[in-house]
């Protein structure tokens, strides 16, 4: 889908002069509509939080091989103590028994990590990687919502187009009712005949109706979809079905899917980050090591008094219980890793049979496009030809009633079967990665 920014701001520009009134129409081309329909998608917006989360995630990662400092205070008031001088100051001959009522403790803790097995610099880049792998699952989103646009824009477009049709035969069909009541008055035609070209006329009133509400009900979904107020009357473009749509061969989508799916890549994300779980749950085993630092300040009244208690060292952690336990992380990485690949291998199933069922569903809609034509053509003849004979009064009025029925059916397949054969294109495209490329 070629972008046009300044098509479609001008659009924009448009659609905020007509909103004071409600009935006024804006057209849309497809690729406006789905551009409009990302810009504006609550589905998107609900997904970025989901990237942001990640990014969160990345954050703590990172914050893990950050200094951690720490200070602490207690006023403590003391009940009944009794505290025993086992080394009494300089030149005292006073009792080594005191009752102290109070304490207090001040520290300053500082801690750097060293050394923690590799698990912080494996838990780092897990995290980036999930936070690429959520930004290609809202790739895969984009392009799921773009089709379901290019969905409703095919429903208002066939809508819109029955409606003209039939609209167009209601004027006729009404003037022909005209004539015939004339026709009747003046004893040419059976009060019979009349009737059947006025029951034809009521269906055909009938239809129209079941029309135009099937094109409500695709204008206040295209509404939703794009963002704009449920009142916005939306067409579509005329030259929607007019390109020629070129097709490239069945290897060209299979290899566009390979390259361009976002399900296979957020796959191979996975396939690392269960790398890194691996090698992080092997560094349980090993040691950490950090470089400590502290102070402490302590006064107990009539007791002792510490100050400038300074510290320095480094400290190191291992736990053995990991010689005898078993490493239940590294055991549910390597079984995440064989899970991720049957799932790719799936993927790739999948991906193939959509491909071919996708592209054949292409070809047998222009198939379809040629049929309905070459049907239209014998439906105009059929009824050219048996307008002439009744005419002629060589042909009864049912079998031209039949070929004006026929005439208008074979008119709504042929639009219908073009703006198929586009939308069915539009699949071949998003099953192959390319919808929103294109």
Known sequence: MKKNPNRVFIVLLTMMGTFATAQESTTFSLDEAIELGLQNSKTL????????????KNIAARNARLPDFKITGSALALTNAKAEVKILPPNSSGNPMASPNSAYYGSANFSLPLYAGGKINYAIQATQLLVEAQKLSLEDDKSGIAFVVAQAYNNLYKAEQTIKVLQENLLAAQERDKTFLNLENNGVIARNDRLK??????EIELKLLEAQNTYEIANIQMDLLLGLPD?????????????????ESLDYYQQQAIENRKDL???????KVAQLNIKAAKAENLPQIALTAGYIAAEIPKIMTIYNAANIGIGV??????LWKKNTDLMNAETQIKKLDYQQQIIHDDIKLAIHRDYQNYLLANKKIEL????????????????????NGLETMTNLLEANSALITASVN????KADAILALKKLEQTSGILIQK
């Open 372 to 391: 309905y034509e070459k049907s239209l053509q014998q439906a105009t003849e059929n009824f050219r030809i048996n307008k002439n004979k009744f005419d």
């Open 414 to 417: 042929v639009t219908n079967a």
């Open 317 to 322: 952690q291992y736990n053995l219980s990991n």
């Open 197 to 202: 070209s006025n029951l034809q006329t009521s």
């Open 45 to 56: 917006k609900l997904n970025q939080s989901k990237i942001d989360d990640a990014i969160a």
């Open 265 to 271: 890549q957020v796959n191979d994300y996975q396939q």
């Open 231 to 247: 009142t916005q009357k939306i067409h579509v473009d005329t030259q929607y079905t007019q390109p020629t749509l070129a097709i």
